[in-house]
């Protein structure tokens, strides 16, 4: 005998007219169905520390499954190590693995990688983090919270961690919105891609500023939560001066690019244009040594950082990036230059040659 269809609801009698009751079951399937489907993705490429990072993400979505996203949400890795980290690949089995092969010629940049993995996975709401982020308990039901009540489309949360001379001060205890912000830890919905494009590929590093550039030219918010927070590893002390001069030649791309900004950047982001003429200025020192203690301002307001003399010593590495850029920039324009001035000179030369030919020929 088969089973008849459980119905919606049924009615029951309490010494009173009909009660309508919701059957628990149906109820728990309706509240899933409005749950959010999220798509977190890891862009890697021979990351030491990806182990450890899925292992966190795959407490939390448990955590999270059911109750404040979809249990259909995912883990997706865009990894470009060629095969290295296939024991971390094994060791996950639950997670998605995108093998990035760039095209023949072309690099591997993390803008291309986000771009990837945008395009593979299928959540309502993508979130990236950083290999080597360890999200708090709660991280990620605070990020996508917003989203999934329909009061946001970007969340950005915090990232902490020793070493960090990149953290902002923020405000605490009222809602505060950002102009731009990086992807260790960001949420976005995914209609925001169909309005404002991916990540632009021609960054190495900076696409993520990029995007939210232009997230927030296009009138959309990024709140940011500062509940929603992941310790990051920042590396050895080497691999983060190294990091500061990149992060310094990609604000220079960022301004070239963006040259609308460059105003304002003056008083909001001093470092990639203050530093570079400390910089030019270098030879006065040689004559005047008081020179070199103009670095004592900065020195000053880096002094509540756990490391104020990395945090300058970051900065003046990002205006060597920021100043290498711009040099590149000037002599390449300068060589096109000339490379256009000699062509011209020689089409003149040539024409002028071939009248005089023409009128040596009519002569005769």
């Not at 399937?29 to 993400?57: G, N």
């Not at 092969?101 to 990688?113: F, N, S």
């Amino acid at each position: 005998m088969s089973a008849l269809p459980e119905p919606d609801a049924e009615s029951v009698s309490v010494e009173g007219p009909p009660v309508a009751r919701t059957r628990p079951g149906r109820v728990e399937r309706r509240a899933e169905a409005l749950l959010p489907t999220v798509s977190i993705i890891v862009v890697s490429k021979d990351e030491p520390q990806l182990a450890e990072t899925l292992a966190a993400l795959g407490h939390e979505l448990s955590a999270e499954a059911g109750r404040g996203v979809s249990a259909e949400s995912e883990v997706v890795v865009v990894d470009a190590s060629s095969g290295r980290l296939d024991g971390v690949r094994s060791d996950h089995p639950w997670v998605g693995w995108v093998d990035f092969d760039p095209a023949p010629g072309a690099g591997v940049t993390i803008a291309c990688q986000r771009n990837a993995g945008v395009r593979e996975c299928k959540g309502d709401i993508v979130v990236f983090v950083d290999s080597g982020c360890v999200p708090c308990e709660g991280w990620l039901g605070h990020l996508v919270a917003p989203i999934a009540r329909g009061e946001e489309l970007v969340v950005s949360g915090r990232a902490t961690g020793a070493h960090n001379t990149f953290e902002r001060s923020m405000p605490t205890g009222k809602l505060f919105y950002l102009e731009e912000a990086p992807t260790i830890n960001l949420a976005v919905h995914r209609s925001v891609f169909q309005t404002v494009g991916g990540f632009d590929e021609g960054f190495s590093y900076g696409s993520d500023v990029d995007f939210t550039w232009r997230v927030v030219d296009a009138g959309i918010r990024i709140r940011y939560e500062p509940l929603a927070s992941v310790e990051h590893d920042w590396g050895g002390f080497r691999r983060r001066m190294r990091r500061a001069r990149q992060y310094g030649a990609a604000r220079a791309r960022l301004y070239r690019k963006h040259p609308e900004r460059v105003l304002r950047a003056l008083y909001d982001d001093p470092v990639p244009f203050v530093y570079p003429l400390w910089l030019l200025g270098l030879p006065i020192a040689l004559r005047r040594p008081g020179y070199l203690l103009l670095l004592a301002l900065p020195l000053w307001r880096a002094r509540k950082h756990a490391s104020p003399a990395e945090v300058v010593l970051a900065h003046v590495l990002q205006g060597v990036g920021s100043l290498t850029e711009v040099t590149c920039w000037a002599v390449g324009w300068g060589a096109a230059r000339t490379s256009s001035l000699d062509i011209a000179r020689r089409a003149f030369t040539g024409r002028v040659g071939s009248a005089k030919s023409w009128r040596s020929s009519a002569l005769d």
